[in-house]
C-alpha cells in the first residue's frame, strides 16, 4: 500500500530533506548578500540605486533607445530614480518574446505630510499619511529612521537620511502607557491607534528667547544647518520614516532573517542576482523592480506606468519587432511575496494550500480576494511549464494561495503584466508577518526563489 501510495499521493517535503550540503552553503553564501543589500535599501529610491550600482558592477549599461543591441549586451532603465528596469539581450529575436520578472521596491512606510512639523505643549511633531497597507499599532513605540529627498524650488535634490548610521539619533511615535490605557484597550485593533494619531517625535528643547513655537524653531534651526532647508521646502519633500531594526538573523539556528521590507525586496534581489548571474540566454531577460505596487501600482513608476511598454517598445524597435508580437510570446513571472502559513494564528489559514515556511518558492496561481475579484487567474497550462521547469532545474517549490477562502487575498502586478498579454503568474518568498516593521523570512526560500527565477532566465 505505501508503495501505491508514493506512487497515486502527491506529498511536498521540507526542503532542507532535499539539498545537500554544497546548496546549504550557497544558501548561506546567497543569504549574506541579500541582507547587505535589503539593510541599506530602505526606500524605493535608494533599492533602485543600489541596484544600479551593483548592475554597473556586472557590466551594464544605461539604455538609449536607438543604440544597437547585440546578444548578450546588458542594458538598464531607470525611471525617475523610483523604478528600475535591466534587461540582458538573448540570442533569440524578441519578436519569440522575453523572459521578464517583475518585482517591487517600494514598502510599507510612514510618509510625512506636505505641512508636517507643528509644535504642541513644547514638544516638536512630524504629522504622517502612511502609505501601503499597516497595522497602525506596530508603528508606536519602535524606533524609525528618516529617509527621502527634499527638492528645493530651483530643482536641487537634497537627499535626507538621519538615523542609519551607528550614533545617529532616531525617531519614536509615542503611545499611551497600559496604566492609562483601559480607555483605548476597549478600542478595536484597527482604531486603537489612529491615522492621525501617528505622529513622530522630534525634540523637546526650546530655542532661547521668547515667543511661541520655540521647541519647531529649534528643530526647524537644526534641519537647516543639517540640510540648508526652510519649513516651506517641505512643500516639495518626500519623506518617509521608516523601521530602525538592522537585518539579521533570526532563531538561533539561523535560518531565518529578520528585516523592514522582505515584501518586495526580497524578490528584487532574487531576480537582480539572477539576472547578474544569466550567461548568454537565448531568449532576452528582463527584470523589473517597480515602484507603487503597495498602493495599487499607480503612478508614473508603477507597473500600470507606460514607462515599461516605452522601454520595451523601443528594444523591439532595435530588432524591427512588433510590441505586440513581443508581448504575446512573452512569460512573466510576478516575483512577488506571499504569506507563510504561521501556526499561531492557523484559523487565517487554509493549511493544505498556504505556503509553509522551507518549503521553497511560493507559487501563487491567483491572488485577489473572495471570488477570485481582482487578479489574472494564470492558466493551467502555465503552472505545468513550471512544473516541468523548476524539476528540471532542482528549484524546490510550492503551490499556494493567500489565507481562507472569504478572509484572505492580496493584489500584486501580475494582473497589470497579463492585461498587456502576457502569460504571468505570482512567484516569490513566504513572508512571516508580512508588512509589519519586521518581517521574517526563511533563507531556503529566498534562494530557492533566486533559483527559480534563473531557472526562467536560463530556459530555452
Ligand atoms: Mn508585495
Ligand atoms: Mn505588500
Known sequence: MDEIKSKLFYEQKNGYDLIDTAERVAVEDYCREYMEYLNISRTEREAVINAIDKAREYGFVEFRAGMELRPGMKVYYCNRGKALILAVIGK????????????????????????????????????????????????????????????????????????????????????LLPHMAQEQAKKTMAEGITGEGLQILLGSVPYAGDGKDRVKLAVMSILNDMY?????????????????????????????????????????????????????????????????????????????SAAFDCFMEDLCASQGVELRRCYENSFCLSADVTAAFDPLYSDAYEKSNDAKVNYGMG??????????????????????????????????????????????????????????????????????????????????????????????????
Request: charged share 25%; with cysteine.
Open 363 to 460: 507559487i501563487c496561481k491567483f491572488t485577489g480576494a473572495r471570488g477570485k475579484s481582482g487578479t489574472s487567474d494564470a492558466s493551467a497550462e502555465v503552472v505545468a511549464y513550471l512544473r516541468r521547469l523548476f524539476d528540471k532545474a532542482g528549484v524546490v517549490w510550492q503551490l499556494t494561495e493567500m489565507g481562507k477562502v472569504d478572509l484572505g487575498g492580496g493584489g500584486t502586478i501580475a494582473k497589470y503584466m497579463a492585461n498587456r498579454n502576457i502569460d504571468t503568474i505570482d512567484a516569490g518568498v513566504p513572508v512571516l508577518s508580512m508588512h509589519a516593521p519586521f518581517e521574517v523570512v526563511s533563507k531556503f526560500d529566498c534562494y530557492m526563489t533566486y533559483k527559480g527565477v534563473l531557472a526562467a532566465y536560463n530556459d530555452d
Open 92 to 175: 533569440h529575436s524578441l519578436a519569440d518574446g522575453a523572459v521578464i520578472a517583475g518585482a517591487h521596491v517600494d514598502a510599507p512606510r510612514i510618509d510625512l505630510k506636505q505641512n508636517p512639523m507643528y509644535e504642541t505643549d513644547e514638544l516638536c511633531y512630524f504629522r504622517t499619511h502612511y502609505y501601503g497597507g499597516i497595522k497602525k499599532y506596530q508603528w508606536v513605540t519602535i524606533p524609525l529612521e528618516l529617509h527621502g529627498v527634499v527638492v528645493l524650488k530651483d530643482g536641487t535634490v537634497v537627499d535626507v537620511c538621519i538615523g542609519r548610521e551607528p550614533g545617529e539619533p532616531r525617531f519614536v511615535i509615542t503611545d
Open 228 to 304: 540648508g532647508i526652510t519649513e516651506e521646502d517641505f512643500l516639495s519633500a518626500e519623506l518617509t520614516a521608516v523601521p530602525a531594526f538592522d537585518v539579521c538573523e533570526v532563531g538561533l539556528d539561523r535560518s531565518l532573517i529578520g528585516g523592514y521590507g522582505h515584501d518586495d525586496r526580497v524578490c528584487a534581489y532574487a531576480e537582480l542576482k539572477a539576472i547578474f548571474d544569466v550567461k548568454d540566454p537565448e531568449r532576452t531577460c528582463i527584470c523589473i523592480l517597480a515602484d507603487k505596487e503597495e498602493i495599487g501600482s499607480d503612478g508614473v513608476t508603477g507597473m500600470q
